[in-house]
């Protein structure tokens, strides 16, 4: 049902900026929220931000706050995180996250991107 497309990821250097892309392609249903998530090695999977594509309400990670914009364009199924003031503290894979809705009864199911790296390293 759907087809996810990650980029963006990259070296940058601390107190540099990134922008990540997640296109969704969407064959059946429509995307009520996207996510992006994020897992450094040895740590848990974190939430960075979310948005409802309905209404854009927006959510962000404590340690992201202030520094990190999360976007979408409906037109496209399309999410964005724009990145500044990186840090070392903010390297790890990050993951979209697409939660579809489906059908009459509205079910809910989610599905992941392949994940893309991101590295802050002097």
């Known amino acids: 049902q759907v087809q996810i497309v990650e980029s963006g990821g990259g070296l940058v250097q601390p107190g540099g900026s990134l922008k990540l892309t997640c296109a969704a392609s969407?064959?059946?249903?429509?995307?009520?929220?996207m996510a992006w998530y994020r897992q450094a090695p040895g740590k848990q999977r974190d939430m960075v931000a979310t948005?409802?594509?309905?209404?854009?309400?927006?959510h962000y990670g404590e340690s992201v706050k202030g520094r990190f914009t999360i976007s979408r364009d409906n037109a496209k199924n399309t999410m964005y995180l724009q990145m500044s003031s990186l840090n070392p503290e903010d390297t790890a894979v990050y993951y979209c996250n697409v939660l579809l809705e489906t059908g009459v009864a509205k079910t809910l199911n989610d599905y992941w991107g392949q994940g893309t790296q991101v590295t802050v390293s002097s």
């Open positions: 948005i409802v594509m309905r209404t854009t309400t927006t």
């Open positions: 969407v064959t059946i249903g429509s995307i009520y929220a």
